[in-house]
């Protein structure tokens, strides 16, 4: 019995000795200096964003000939682009109209199980979204 306590508390004391010896102490040195500031980038609006990550998984699945799944993705995409759409003006608002214009046009195109299609619509309408973007 004295054996086992005796290795169960050397153990815990090599355990305890190796646990705080081996982190290194590092010193307050008071505050740390300032962030330096970045030139700020070009917000890009939320849902112009989330329209383009859905009209590239749209793509994506056209590419595959998944018709339906094309379908469900342009969907979204659409509301997005929608919302998008009334936020923004100028040369950005006519490149997402016309993308919302490619994405109606593969949603049609994807219910009636033409993937070619509505993938062409689907692509065009990633052109515009990525030139509202960029605009």
């Known amino acids: 019995m004295y054996k086992k306590i005796l290795s169960v508390s050397i153990l815990a004391a090599v355990a305890l000795f ?3 010896a081996s982190a290194e102490y590092i010193p307050y ?4 200096p300032a962030p330096v500031k970045k030139a700020p980038e070009k917000a890009v609006e939320p849902h112009s964003a ?3 990550e859905h009209a590239q998984a749209a793509a994506t699945h056209g590419n595959a000939g ?3 799944v ?5 969907e979204v ?12 003006d100028g040369g950005a608002k006519a490149h997402m109209t016309e993308g919302i214009a490619h ?3 593969a949603i049609k195109h994807g ?4 993937a070619d299609v509505a993938t062409e619509h689907v692509n065009e309408a990633i052109k515009h979204i990525n030139a509202s973007i960029g605009s």
């Open 103 to 105: 994405l109606n046009e």
């Open 111 to 114: 219910k009636m199980d033409h």
């Open 66 to 68: 998944h018709a339906s």
């Open 70 to 74: 094309l379908t469900e993705h342009a």
């Open 18 to 20: 190796t646990g705080t």
């Open 50 to 52: 989330q329209a383009l």
């Open 29 to 32: 040195k008071g505050a740390s």
């Open 77 to 88: 995409s659409l509301e997005h682009a929608k919302a998008a759409e009334q936020v923004l």
